[in-house]
T-cell receptor
Framework: GESVGLHLPTLSVQEGDNSIINCAYS??????FIWYKQESGKGPQFIID?????DKRQGQRVTVLLNKTVKHLSLQIAATQPGDSAVYFC????????FGQGTELSVKP | EAGVAQSPRYKIIEKRQSVAFWCNPI?????LYWYQQILGQGPKLLIQ????????DSQLPKDRFSAERLKGVDSTLKIQPAKLEDSAVYLC????????????FGPGTRLLVL
């Protein structure tokens, strides 16, 4: 069936560096994509979204890039901080929200 | 603005017992979702309500799981009887409704079936 997957299960970065988390999706009909952050013991927290008619969207310290040609989504976090440590999920909307497995981001002080 | 509320936060039961989870969505949100999140995986949709009607329950194991949203506001999810493989976090989320797809999640209920 359709699925959303992540290239790397874990990512370790130094505090202050930029982080890039990647995601591949398989449903070419999906028209809405969301990145969620999930800290231990908490529910997923909305970070940023993008629609299929865009290829880039920026928020505060975060940027999402969408490449529909290769069905690839990425989340860039600028100046990564210890508070950014969490599991990050990409999710696609093609009728219903389908989540990928998640990437665990670890920030080293 | 208050977020999505869920209770209890934790529950431990033995297999074959029953359990119920409660969710109160963000005020004014017409759409409510229940997800199951197994450790190490992303959330998986169990059921979606639009007001008090079911939109999608295709992934709900209906032989043991049931959910209701009788007045179109809060909702309960029940498992009866529970199996070991039901151990997971049960997340509730809500969104404004059609055309407003951003879902906001509650803290979840962590269920352990022994």
């Amino acid at each position: 069936g359709e699925s959303v997957g992540l290239h790397l299960p874990t990512l370790s970065v130094q505090e202050g560096d930029n982080s890039i988390i990647n995601c591949a999706y398989s449903n070419s009909a999906s028209d809405y994509f969301i990145w969620y952050k999930q800290e231990s013991g908490k529910g997923p927290q909305f970070i940023i979204d993008i629609r299929s008619n865009m290829d880039k969207r920026q928020g505060q310290r975060v940027t999402v890039l969408l490449n529909k040609t290769v069905k690839h989504l990425s989340l860039q976090i600028a100046a990564t901080q210890p508070g950014d440590s969490a599991v990050y999920f990409c999710a696609e909307m093609g009728g219903k929200l389908i989540f990928g497995q998640g990437t665990e981001l670890s920030v080293k002080p | 603005e208050a977020g999505v509320a869920q209770s209890p936060r934790y529950k431990i039961i033995e297999k074959r017992q029953s359990v119920a989870f409660w969710c109160n969505p963000i005020s004014g949100h017409a759409t409510l979702y229940w997800y199951q999140q197994i450790l190490g995986q992303g959330p998986k949709l169990l059921i979606q309500f639009q007001n008090n009607g079911v939109v999608d329950d295709s992934q709900l194991p209906k032989d043991r799981f049931s959910a209701e949203r009788l007045k179109g506001v809060d909702s309960t999810l029940k498992i009866q009887p529970a199996k070991l493989e039901d151990s997971a976090v049960y997340l509730c989320a809500s969104s404004l409704g059609p055309g407003e797809e951003t879902q906001y999640f509650g803290p979840g209920t962590r269920l352990l079936v022994l």
